[in-house]
């Protein structure tokens, strides 16, 4: 292909291998995922910011967190929903290029909110005397305006530096949505300029925000097993395992799906596909339900919600 037909070309986008023929039926459990992500991250801001006893440091990067998976699961929607309900799998350069930087970048908005949130447990369980004077509300604006600079600030040469390079006649994409390393692979042009850039920006965010959490963990650690009391240390411990369970969800996958694009030539594309899933779907998912589950404020509060509409209800019946 040549440069001056490249902005009028297409990429084929990937569902399930070796499933399109129930790829109508996988759409359900899909658009169910997609309804109760979107469903339980707006029920987390709003509840957030009805609540006036969330008002704190803890809650305000969790509605961060929140903010990011909506942007997260908005930024995969349309190609995923196109693709099962609809059997459409071509996508225009220009709106591959634009899915892949959101993609990107909420990523690593929601690596950056996890860091900060680390950061959050440290101070709470270390110097809970301070913990109000030192994460104060422009502290935070300020940490959420730099997650969104960093993030922005690292991708918008990707689809600059990926929409220059000519593409050969194999346009199909190995995923249902646009990524970076994805796109790069078709072209048909030297690529080591962009896959340095890739690497650089996966290392500087990814990698270093991981380092950084485990470090956090560690003087978490230490901290609390300076504790004399045994119900302290529990109770401290108990503060961080909603934050742990979404570090897990959010860095399992990704290390699963980057072990099998650097070595995993045997696996099948299946497993890939399933991989990525994994790591784009869940955490906007199931984010939501651990922190409901494990955060005692959020849970009453949700409760006293959904009893107030069933009593209302109740009380019209009556009426």
């Known amino acids: 292909m040549?440069?001056?037909?490249?902005?009028?070309?297409?990429?084929?986008?990937?569902?399930l291998p070796g499933l399109e023929a129930v790829?109508?039926?996988?759409?359900?459990?899909?658009?169910?995922?997609?309804?109760?992500?979107?469903?339980?991250?707006?029920?987390i801001l709003w509840v957030v910011k009805s609540e006036p006893s969330l008002h704190q440091p803890m809650y305000y990067f969790l509605s961060m967190?929140?903010?990011?998976?909506?942007?997260?699961?908005?930024?995969?929607?349309?190609?995923?929903?196109?693709?099962?309900?609809?059997?459409l799998r071509?996508?225009?350069?220009?709106?591959?290029?634009?899915?892949?930087?959101?993609?990107?970048?909420?990523?690593?908005?929601?690596?950056?909110?996890?860091?900060?949130?680390?950061?959050?447990?440290?101070?709470?369980?270390?110097?809970?005397l301070r913990y109000g004077s030192i994460l104060t509300s422009p502290w935070i604006a300020r940490m959420g305006l730099a997650i969104v600079v960093?993030?922005?600030?690292?991708?918008?040469?990707?689809?600059?530096?990926?929409?220059?390079?000519?593409?050969?006649?194999n346009f199909q994409l190995s995923h249902s949505y646009c990524l970076h390393p994805d796109v790069m692979k078709l072209?048909?042009?030297?690529?080591?300029?962009?896959?340095?850039?890739?690497?650089?920006?996966?290392?500087s965010t990814l990698g270093v925000?991981?380092?950084?959490?485990?470090?956090?963990?560690?003087?978490?650690?230490?901290?609390?097993?300076?504790?004399?009391?045994?119900a302290e240390r529990l109770k401290a411990l108990n503060t961080c395992v909603s934050h742990i369970c979404a570090v897990l969800l959010f860095y399992t996958p990704m290390i699963g799906l980057s072990m099998i694009h650097r070595f995993g030539r045997w696996a099948s594309p299946c497993s890939r596909v399933l991989?990525?899933?994994?790591?784009?779907?869940?955490?906007?998912?199931?984010?939501?339900?651990?922190?409901?589950?494990?955060?005692?404020?959020?849970?009453m509060r949700m409760l006293r919600l959904f009893w107030w509409n069933r009593s209302s209800n109740r009380d019209k019946e009556h009426n």
């Open 275 to 299: 991989l990525s899933y994994l790591h784009f779907l869940t955490p906007p998912l199931l984010n939501p339900i651990v922190y409901t589950i494990k955060t005692k404020q959020i849970r």
């Open 209 to 230: 925000d991981a380092v950084l959490i485990v470090l956090s963990y560690a003087l978490i650690l230490h901290t609390v097993l300076s504790i004399a009391s045994k």
């Open 187 to 203: 072209a048909c042009a030297d690529t080591h300029i962009n896959s340095a850039y890739g690497l650089f920006v996966v290392l």
């Open 23 to 43: 790829h109508t039926w996988l759409s359900i459990p899909l658009c169910a995922m997609y309804v109760a992500s979107l469903a339980g991250n707006s029920l």
């Open 65 to 87: 967190l929140a903010v990011t998976d909506l942007g997260l699961s908005a930024s995969t929607l349309p190609t995923m929903l196109t693709i099962y309900m609809l059997g």
């Open 2 to 15: 040549s440069d001056s037909n490249h902005t009028g070309t297409f990429f084929l986008l990937t569902g």
């Open 150 to 169: 960093r993030s922005i600030g690292l991708h918008i040469p990707a689809p600059i530096m990926l929409k220059k390079l000519p593409y050969c006649s």
């Open 90 to 128: 071509e996508v225009a350069v220009d709106v591959c290029l634009a899915q892949l930087f959101f993609i990107h970048s909420f990523s690593i908005m929601e690596s950056s909110v996890l860091l900060t949130m680390a950061f959050d447990r440290v101070v709470a369980i270390s110097n809970p």
